[in-house]
């Protein structure tokens, strides 16, 4: 299982990654090797504001469904459009071409809420 030390987790398998005011967002490689092929990805809350664990939008799979969560509260200020081309790219590259949404942050400090790369493993036994 593929869990990169410079990235930051949540217990519902979301990753980020923080550049100044600006984080990254999308799913792990646990969550997308649970969730099979993914077919769709759907995120109708751009230029929102939203607080942390609020739905921002979903993946489809083959087989299910899932609410994406949001780490950090702030705004989405970008959705990876590649995604409506090639949804399957999550399964492929989650940590890179795969990457979900870009929130601009407005509470640096949830940022130590975070798990660590440990952290996370321990969570899905890996």
């Known amino acids: 299982m593929n869990i990169p030390t410079n990235l930051k987790y949540t217990k519902d398998h979301e990753w980020v990654i923080l550049d100044g005011e600006v984080a990254t967002i999308g799913?792990?490689?646990?969550?997308?090797?649970?969730?099979?092929?993914?077919?769709y990805v759907e995120v109708e809350t751009l230029d929102?504001?939203?607080?942390?664990?609020?739905?921002?939008?979903?993946v489809e799979a083959v087989k299910t469904v899932?609410?994406?969560?949001?780490?950090?509260?702030?705004?989405i200020v970008e959705f990876n459009e590649d995604l409506e081309r090639t949804p399957e790219v999550v399964n492929s590259d989650p940590y890179g071409k795969g990457?979900?949404?870009?929130?601009?942050?407005?509470?640096?400090?949830?940022?130590?809420?975070?798990?660590?790369?440990?952290?996370?493993?321990?969570?899905?036994?890996a």
């Open 27 to 39: 799913i792990t490689d646990f969550a997308q090797s649970e969730l099979g092929d993914i077919v």
């Open 66 to 75: 899932s609410d994406l969560f949001l780490p950090m509260s702030g705004e």
């Open 99 to 125: 990457w979900m949404i870009k929130v601009k942050v407005s509470d640096l400090s949830q940022w130590e809420d975070l798990l660590d790369a440990d952290a996370y493993a321990s969570l899905i036994g």
């Open 48 to 58: 929102q504001t939203l607080d942390r664990d609020e739905v921002f939008g979903t």
